[in-house]
C-alpha cells in the first residue's frame, strides 16, 4: 500500500484534489476537487446511481433540501445523541476525540501528561440562522446524513411512485459533522457526500434483504477496483449497535493509516418512521394493496461515503512500475493510475506526434469528434514519452498519436495504459474499436 504522502501530493499536482482556499492559507481540513477530482468523482455518483437506482424497478432518487425543519433532528434523536465525547488539554488547548486516544497518556499535541479535561458530549449537528434575524426561532442545522429526508419524504415519494415494499428511495448529497478531529487527507472532513439507500421492507423478510444489500455493497467494490483483501467486515457487536437495530456491519478498508470506516450497512427496524410518525402526527403506515394491511416498513440503510470511495479508488488503482521503454519516459519510474476504465477521468487522450498545422488540425478534429462520446484531453506539447507518463499518472485508459503517417495511410497508433501495447487502427474503425476496448 502506498503512502499518503504521495497519494496526496499525486491528487494535487495533477489537479485532482487540492486544499480549499488555498490563496488564503486554506481553511483547515477543507479540500477542493480539481478538474480531474471532479471528474472522478461524478464518475463514481454517476456509477453508483446508474447501478442502484436507473438500473432497478425497485428503486427511486429524491434530491432533498440541506436545510431541513429542525423538527426533523429532534424526532431522529441528532439534537440529543449525535454527539462524540469531547476532551480538551489544558496545557495547549488542543481538543480531542475522548475514544480515539488514550486519556492516561501526554497530549498528542504538546508531550504534557495529566492535564486532560473531564469528556463533555459535543454535538457534532453544525448550526445556522435562516432570515434576517439570529434568534433562537431562526436556528437551523445543515443535515449531517442525507438518509433523514427519505424517512421524511417517504409517504409521498411512495405514494406519486407507487412503488409496493419492498423498495427503496436513494439520495446522494452533501452532509455537514461538526467534527472534533477531522484528517487523513479526505478521509474525515466536515462537509463531505454520501450515497445512502433506505430500503423498506416487511420486518419477516429484513434478514434476506440484509444479505442482499451485502452482496451489491461487495460486488459495487468490486466494480470501483478494491482488493477484498483490503476489507473487513466488522459485524458490530450487541450493545455496541444502536438500541433498535438487530444488525449492523461496518465495512473497513485498510486504508495507510490503518483499519477504519469505509461503508455501513444497518438494519434500522421501523425506528426512523415511527419517531417522524409520532413527532409529526403524520400516519405513515404503508397500506398492502393485496392484503390491505396497514404497517411501518422496516428499513435496511446501506450507507456510503462519496469521498472515502473515492480516496480508495485512488488508492487501488495506484500504481508504481519500472518504465520498460525508452519511450516511457526519463526516468525509471512509471507511476500509473489503474482506475476501472468507466471510472478514468479522460478515457482518451489525442496525442499528434507535432505541433504543426499539418497534424494539430485533423488531430483536434478526430479528438473533438471522440469528445462526443467520451471524456477526450488533447495534448500537443513536450516528447510524446513525457505525455504518455502524464496520461499513466491521470489513469487515461488509450492515448491516440496521430502521426505524420497518418497523412497516408489514415490510422493512428493506440497505446493501452495497463498493458502498453500499441495497436495502429484506421481512422474510420477507430469509434468501434475504442468502445470495443472501453466496454461502453
Ligand atoms: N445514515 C447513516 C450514516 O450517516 P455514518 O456511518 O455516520 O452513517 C455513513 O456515515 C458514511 O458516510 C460513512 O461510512 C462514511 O463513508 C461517510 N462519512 C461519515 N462521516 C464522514 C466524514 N466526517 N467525512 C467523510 N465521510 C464521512
Known amino acids: 500500500m502506498i503512502e499518503m504522502e504521495k497519494l496526496v501530493s499525486l491528487a494535487k499536482r495533477r489537479g485532482f484534489i487540492f486544499p480549499g482556499s488555498d490563496i488564503y492559507g486554506g481553511l483547515a481540513n477543507s479540500w477542493d476537487y480539481g478538474p480531474l477530482g471532479s471528474e472522478l468523482k461524478k464518475n463514481i455518483k454517476d456509477a453508483w446511481w446508474k ?46 476525540r475522548a475514544d480515539q486516544i488514550d486519556l492516561n497518556a501526554a497530549c498528542p499535541t504538546c ?66 459533522r461538526n467534527e472534533i478531529t477531522p484528517g487523513n487527507f479526505i478521509f474525515r472532513t466536515r462537509e463531505f457526500e454520501q450515497m445512502e439507500v433506505e430500503y423498506f421492507v416487511k420486518e419477516s423478510e429484513w434478514e434476506k434483504h440484509f444479505e442482499s444489500w451485502l452482496s451489491e455493497m461487495k460486488a459495487w467494490l468490486d466494480f470501483c477496483g478494491v482488493d477484498p483483501k483490503h476489507l473487513n467486515f466488522h459485524e458490530i457487536e450487541d450493545g455496541e449497535r444502536a438500541h433498535y437495530s438487530k444488525r449492523t456491519v461496518d465495512i473497513e478498508y485498510q486504508y ?46 446501506p450507507s456510503l461515503g462519496v469521498d472515502r470511495t473515492l480516496l480508495v479508488v485512488m488508492l487501488e488503482a495506484y500504481h508504481e ?42 488531430a483536434r478534429a478526430l479528438a473533438a469528434k471522440l469528445r462526443q462520446r467520451w471524456t477526450t484531453d488533447y495534448d500537443e506539447t513536450q516528447s510524446i514519452g513525457k505525455r504518455y507518463r502524464r496520461q499513466d499518472e491521470i489513469g ?21 495504459r495497463d498493458t502498453m501495447q500499441q495497436e495502429r487502427v484506421k481512422i474510420e474503425a477507430l469509434e468501434a474499436y475504442l468502445a470495443a476496448k472501453l466496454g461502453f
Not at 425497485?58 to 424526532?75: H, Q, R, S, T, Y
Not at 508531550?111 to 434575524?133: D, P, Y
Not at 516511457?328 to 482506475?339: A, H, K, N
Open 51 to 96: 447501478r442502484f437506482v436507473t438500473s432497478r424497478d425497485d428503486m427511486v432518487g429524491i434530491d432533498a433540501a440541506l436545510i431541513m425543519n429542525p423538527k426533523v433532528w429532534e424526532a431522529s434523536g441528532h439534537l440529543a445523541h449525535f454527539t462524540d465525547p469531547l476532551t480538551e488539554c489544558t496545557g495547549c488547548h488542543s481538543r480531542f
Open 111 to 176: 508531550g504534557r501528561k495529566g492535564t486532560f479535561t473531564e469528556l463533555a458530549q459535543f454535538n457534532m449537528m453544525l448550526k445556522t440562522f435562516l432570515g434576517a434575524k439570529e434568534d433562537a426561532a431562526a436556528v437551523v442545522y445543515f443535515r449531517p446524513e442525507t438518509a433523514q429526508a427519505m424517512f421524511a419524504d417517504f409517504k409521498q415519494v411512495q405514494e406519486t411512485s407507487r412503488k409496493r415494499v419492498p423498495f427503496g428511495i436513494a439520495q446522494v448529497g452533501k452532509a455537514f
Open 256 to 301: 495507510p493509516f490503518g483499519l477504519k470506516e469505509l461503508y455501513g450497512l444497518a438494519y434500522r427496524g421501523d425506528y426512523d418512521l415511527k419517531c417522524h410518525q409520532e413527532k409529526s402526527g403524520v400516519d405513515l403506515r404503508y397500506t398492502d394493496p393485496e392484503t390491505n394491511e396497514k404497517y411501518l416498513p422496516h428499513v435496511i440503510e
Open 321 to 362: 512500475e519500472q518504465a520498460r521503454t525508452a519511450e516511457e519516459g526519463e526516468t525509471d519510474l512509471r507511476v500509473v493510475m489503474r482506475f476501472p476504465k468507466a471510472l478514468a477521468p479522460f478515457k482518451i487522450a489525442m496525442l499528434p506526434l507535432s505541433k504543426k498545422d499539418e497534424l494539430s488540425v485533423p
Open 396 to 416: 487515461t485508459p488509450y492515448c491516440v498519436t496521430y502521426d505524420f503517417d497518418t497523412l497516408n495511410d489514415q490510422s493512428v497508433t493506440v497505446r493501452d
